[in-house]
Every structure is written in C-alpha cells, then in structure tokens.
C-alpha cells in the first residue's frame, strides 16, 4: 500500500476495533444484567422476530450503500437519490410488517407478538434516516465518528432497557432498547456529519449503480433469511425458552468473531475498492487481513468453547445452564465465519456481484439440506451441521479469490496454519487447566482467562508471528501518540 492509504488504513482499523470492542463490550455487559432480569422465554420472543426484522433491514440497504462505496466518484445526485430512496423503501417495509404482524402470531401461537411486531417496526423507518450518512463516513474510512456514535447509544438504549427490565416491564424492555438504540444513532449521525441531502433525485443514478447493488440487495435478502431461518425453524418447532437459550447461545458464541468481522470487514472493503485495479496489492491485502483475524479469532473461540460452563454458570446464573452445549458448538461455527467474510469483501471490492450472488445461493442450499437432515435430533445436532456447511463456505468464498487474485485456500491455511497451532496448544492448556480442583467457578473461570491470555501471547513472542508482532509494535506506538496528544492538552 501506498503511505498515505496505509496510515489512514491503520488510523481507521484503530477506531473501528475501538467501536467494535467497546461496542460489543457495552453489548455484553448490558446483556448480562438483562439476562438475570429476565427469562430464557422473553428472549425467545424476540429471536421469534428477527428473521423479520432482518428482511426488513435488508430490503432498506438494498445494496446500494455497498454500491455507492464501491463506485469511485459518487456525487452528490448518487447519494440524494440513494436517500429517499432509502426512506420510501424503509416506510413501505415497516407498513408491511405492521401489516403482517397479526399472521406472524398466528404462526408461532403467540398472540404477544402482534404489539411486538409493530413496535419494532418504527426501528426501520427511523434506520432509513441513517444510512447514507453511515455509509459516507465508512466510505471516507471516518471510523472515529462511528465509533462515538455506537458507544453513546448503546449505553443509553441499555440503560433505558435495564431500567425497564428491573421495573418488571418483561420482554418490552428489550423492544424498548431496540427502538431507542436506532433513534440515538440515527440522531447523532446527523449531529456528527455535516452532509445534508438537495432537494434532488435521480432514476438514472439508480439505475447505474442497480446492476451491482440489485445483486447484492438479493445476496443481503438471502444472508437475512438463512442467518436467522434457525431462529424460525427453532422458535416454530421447540418452545419458546428452547429460543430463549438458542439465542443468549448464539449472542456470546457470536461476540468475538463478529466484533472481529465487523471491525475488519468495514475497512477492509473501501480499502480494496480503493486498490480493485491491482490484484497483487489485494493480494497482499487479503493475506494481512485473515493473518490478524486468526491470530485474534481462533485463540478468542476456542478459549471461549473451553470456558462456556464456568462463564455461563457465573454471569448468567443456573437458569440459562441450558444454553452451555450449544455456546460450545457455536464457538467453533465462529471460528471460520470472519475468514469467509473478508474473501467475499475481495468479489464486492472488485465489482463481482454475480459470483457473491451464485456462493450466496449455493451455501443457502447447504443450509436447507442441514436443516432437512438434522432437525429431527435436536437444536445440537443443528447447530453441528452448520458446522459442516461453515467448513464447505469457507472452502467456496476462497476459491475464487485463488482465480482472481492468485491466493488459493492452500496458500491461505499455509499461511494461517502457525497462528492456529498456537491457538490450539493454548486452548489445550487452558482446557487441562479447567481439570484442577477449583473452590468455586469464579476462581476456575479467572485462572483459565489468565492463563489462557499469558500462554497465548508468549507462544506468539516466543515463535515471533508477523502479525503478532505488527499489532505489537502498531499499538505502543498508537499509545506513544495518544500520550503526546494528551500532552498538548
């Protein structure tokens, strides 16, 4: 990379894992509090809902925002029209699920949901609001924004859920949340960026940018669907806490590969579409990109699979123990999810949306198959195809960034392999260690966390990672900057 696309590379990679830690740190621990508030049911009736929700959210990025990102001079007719376009499609897909909200009841047998429903709806008309101005700061690789935005408004729609929650208002604390979450950071959006939309709109602008957003808006829709088909499947077929300790699972099992993916993915994409013209600077890219993805990923997972009962029984409290085998299983789908996620940011970069549309539809067939065969046995057995079928993705999302930019999945696991060795014999240890006689959780979920962080990085020091030790290196002297500019005040 070239100087000046490294450093503003590195500054937005900074702020990007300052939002996605501390976002999901703050998500964690309001988690956390909600859970021993309320119960594994109320949790239900909310994932009850998201595949709804989501369908919703895709159709109103509708691709486009990826498309005006990738499209190298956007002007400001591009990105009015994209706007109220945003708006009209945001209205029209909340009128709907209000619509439909009494069919959704009638489906799962919970007449609640109706008022459910429609009450989460507003959060798509007020996101409509929001999204351009996100994606021109991501588009400018202005993460530090972001990043002020999504702390401030989680911790106030948290706040506001507790508060809810401890005054027993049940499962419309977490709806509440929700609500107030997307309308503080469509808000502060608008306080922090200073575009404002013309009073102009184009269908040609459209139309141009439709060939590649129309492929992704149908990618989106489909990710949508079969990301949360599980919650439908599960919430249809077992019972509501069944739901309930699928979805607390899934959310811990979740947080440290898709704080990763997100922090990653979101630089990572305007940054190979800076470069799309150069495929052995992609190249380079790609292989920097999964290198500090495995080098963070696999210990966080494996060390999360490894501790799940101590951390579940102690944060979470006995009545969630049912949740720990499938926060197990979950911890190793995690393992390879931001892996393909940064190979298919290689196609969109690049301006390949027919081949992200056709591994869309393939891994989606894949997962209609997992469900058809393992249902029958259960939610674990469920959750262990998903498994499989994360290991057949990975294998499809690289294969065509070995044609395009010359980096075949033999090459990428040559390159990976030290960093999940390591990952391995520290998650090893730290599972002997679980083995000791222990006075209570408390103390064996500390000594394992403890032992798992120094043995992990002095297995790096010790074998000298490269991208271990650029980390190292990039962060004291991140530090040694923000202790000067403290300094000069």
């Given amino acids: 990379m070239g100087d000046s696309l490294k450093s503003k590379t590195l500054h937005a990679l900074f702020w990007s894992f300052i939002e996605s830690v501390g976002l999901q740190g703050v998500h964690f621990v309001i988690g956390i509090i909600l859970a021993r508030l309320l119960f594994p049911e109320q949790y239900g009736l909310i994932g009850m809902l998201m595949i709804?929700?989501?369908?919703?959210?895709?159709?109103?990025?509708?691709?486009?925002?990826?498309?005006?990102?990738?499209?190298?001079?956007?002007?400001q007719e591009d990105v009015c029209s994209i706007f109220y376009f945003n708006i009209v499609v945001g209205v029209v897909a909340a009128g709907l699920l209000w619509l439909i909200a009494p069919w959704i009841a009638a489906f799962y047998n919970q007449p609640i949901l109706t008022p459910l429903t429609r009450a989460l709806s507003l959060t798509i008309v007020i996101n409509s609001f929001s999204l351009i101005q996100q994606t021109l700061l991501t588009k400018q690789l202005n993460f530090k924004a972001q990043t002020k935005v999504s702390l401030v408004s989680s911790v106030v729609s948290g706040i506001?859920?507790?508060?809810?929650?401890?005054?027993?208002?049940?499962?419309?604390?977490?709806?509440?949340?929700?609500?107030?979450?997307?309308?503080?950071?469509?808000?502060?959006?608008?306080?922090?960026?200073?575009?404002?939309?013309?009073?102009?709109?184009?269908?040609?602008?459209?139309?141009?940018?439709?060939?590649?957003?129309?492929?992704?808006?149908?990618?989106?829709?489909?990710n949508q669907i079969f990301n949360n088909i599980y919650l439908l499947v599960i919430g249809k077929l077992f019972s509501a806490a069944d739901l309930g300790f699928f979805t607390r699972a899934k959310s811990l099992g979740e947080l440290p590969s898709l704080t990763l993916s997100d922090m990653v993915g979101r630089v990572t994409f305007p940054v190979f579409s800076t470069i799309q013209d150069d495929p052995a600077r992609l190249k380079r890219g790609l292989k920097k990109a999964l290198t500090?993805?495995?080098?963070?990923?696999?210990?966080?997972?494996?060390?999360?699979?490894?501790?799940?009962?101590?951390?579940?029984?102690?944060?979470?409290?006995?009545?969630?123990?049912?949740?720990?085998?499938?926060?197990?299983?979950?911890?190793?789908?995690?393992?390879?999810?931001?892996?393909?996620?940064?190979?298919?940011?290689?196609?969109?970069?690049?301006?390949?949306?027919?081949?992200?549309?056709?591994?869309?539809?393939?891994?989606?067939?894949?997962?209609?198959?997992?469900?058809?065969?393992?249902?029958?046995?259960?939610?674990?057995?469920?959750?262990?195809?998903?498994?499989?079928?994360?290991?057949i993705s990975y294998y499809l999302n690289s294969y065509y960034s070995g044609i395009l930019i010359d980096y075949s999945i033999r090459e990428q696991l040559v390159d990976l392999s030290p960093y999940i060795i390591m990952a391995a014999l520290m998650g090893v240890i730290v599972f002997v260690t679980g083995l000791l006689p222990f006075p209570n959780h408390w103390s064996m979920l500390l000594v394992q966390i403890v032992i798992g962080i120094v043995i992990y990085v002095c297995l790096c020091r010790l074998f000298c990672l490269t991208a271990f030790m650029e980390i190292w290196q990039a962060s004291w002297n991140r530090m040694a900057l923000l202790r000067v500019e403290v300094m000069k005040g």
């Fill in 292 to 391: 500090i993805l495995v080098l963070v990923n696999f210990p966080m997972m494996i060390g999360l699979a490894v501790i799940a009962r101590p951390l579940v029984l102690v944060l979470l409290t006995e009545k969630w123990a049912e949740s720990i085998p499938y926060l197990q299983l979950l911890c190793f789908l995690g393992l390879l999810y931001p892996m393909q996620l940064i190979n298919l940011n290689i196609l969109t970069a690049l301006g390949r949306s027919d081949l992200f549309l056709r591994l869309e539809i393939i891994k989606k067939i894949l997962i209609v198959i997992n469900i058809a065969v393992t249902w029958r046995w259960g939610i674990s057995a469920m959750i262990s195809g998903m498994i499989v079928t994360s290991v």
């Fill in 160 to 222: 506001i859920g507790v508060i809810m929650a401890a005054k027993g208002f049940g499962v419309w604390s977490l709806v509440v949340q929700q609500i107030s979450s997307t309308f503080f950071r469509t808000l502060l959006l608008w306080t922090l960026n200073a575009w404002r939309p013309s009073l102009i709109f184009s269908l040609k602008s459209l139309r141009e940018m439709f060939k590649f957003g129309s492929r992704l808006l149908v990618s989106g829709l489909l």
């Fill in 52 to 75: 709804f929700m989501a369908v919703a959210q895709a159709f109103l990025s509708s691709g486009f925002g990826s498309a005006l990102i990738q499209k190298k001079e956007a002007t």
